[in-house]
């Protein structure tokens, strides 16, 4: 399901940014160039949700996820950080490999499907280890669709 949402031109392969806030903002502009999101709803959007709680799972990895107004069908993103940064993560590990989910305001059970997939997913070490050799985003949208790993 996550990887037919998931196209190649929402693969961003070694980002560099500096920051958790800095990431969102590149998220949202990326989300406002590849789909005529406005970048100000987008950031806000998710902005909100980490206040609420951080979306880091763990192990180098978080789920940024919102409700965005006005967004007729789900948008999903994956970014790999070419270094980790701070994002408050359970186990107080910097992140690096993050998965964007932006959802309409009525898509909540799809919405919780997706996210019980990719915390699944990333909740491999063999997929994560897999993620990392990935040298494009075809090879990478590809390890997606791929899933479950094989042992």
Not at 110 to 121: K, V
């Amino acid at each position: 399901m996550l990887a037919e949402l998931l196209s190649t031109k929402d693969i961003i392969l070694d980002m560099e940014t500096p920051s958790q806030s800095r990431l969102l903002q590149e998220i949202a502009r990326h989300m406002e160039r590849m789909h005529g999101m406005p970048e100000e709803w987008v950031f806000q959007s998710l902005s909100r949700r980490e206040k609420i709680g951080s979306t880091a799972l763990g192990g180098g990895v978080a789920l940024p996820h919102a409700r965005v107004k006005d967004l007729q069908h789900i948008q999903v993103a994956y970014i790999r950080l070419k270094s980790p940064i701070p994002y408050d993560a359970p186990d107080g590990k910097p992140v690096a490999d993050i998965l964007t989910l932006l959802v309409p305001k009525e898509a909540t059970e799809e919405h919780l499907r997706i996210l019980s997939e990719a915390t699944q997913m990333f909740s491999n070490p063999q997929f994560r280890q897999r993620l990392h050799t990935c040298s494009d985003a075809e090879q990478t949208r590809q390890l997606f669709a791929d899933w479950p790993v094989p042992a």
